[in-house]
């Protein structure tokens, strides 16, 4: 559940006779203590505090930026340093997570969900896909997006190739 809190009027004022304001939210659902600030000149200094503290809370709760799969990997992609013809291999190898995944927010992403999704991709591409799609759900844990990879636990499989010996941890 995404973080939310408000921002109103007090009803004590400062010296000159100025109203003050605060701002308030919950540090959890509605049984949860609830922390308020006052004091604040204005309402935009107290929504931009209010924003402050709800960006501290959801770092600490793993959700700093509930971005969705599809922000995620556009992101993902306009900083990536690689030749032309391996972004544009990369964002192919993408369509199908996008496809699926791309409007459900990185804390939504399970690990049963993404290993189904992964057998309905053909076995040539299969490995492929998934580390693509691994790859951009690590970064998101670096950026700070996620406090662990989605779908991070896994189950390991026969590698794809022939000339890997050992087995492949895969999400999911």
């Known amino acids: 559940m995404l973080q939310q809190g408000q921002v109103f009027k007090l009803g004590s004022k400062d010296r000159d006779g100025t109203p003050l304001w605060a701002y308030r939210y919950r540090t959890g659902g509605r049984d949860a203590s609830r922390v308020q600030r006052g004091g604040f000149a204005d309402e935009g200094d107290a929504r931009a505090a209010l924003e402050r503290a709800l960006k501290k809370l959801r770092q600490e709760n793993g959700i700093a930026k509930t971005l969705t799969l599809a922000e995620l990997v556009e992101q993902y992609l306009a900083q990536h340093e ?10 192919w190898l993408l369509t199908r997570a996008v496809a699926v995944f791309g409007d459900r927010r990185l804390d939504e992403l399970r690990s049963n969900e993404i290993a189904a999704w992964r057998m309905t991709i053909p076995a040539g591409y299969r490995f492929e896909a998934t ?3 691994r790859q951009v759900l690590a970064r998101a844990v670096v950026w700070g997006n996620a406090r662990r990879q989605p779908g991070q636990a896994g189950r390991s499989e026969p590698a794809a190739s022939a000339n890997r010996e050992t087995a492949v941890r895969i999400l999911g």
């Open 82 to 91: 690689a030749a032309p013809v391996t972004l544009e291999k990369l964002r």
């Open 131 to 133: 580390q693509a799609l």
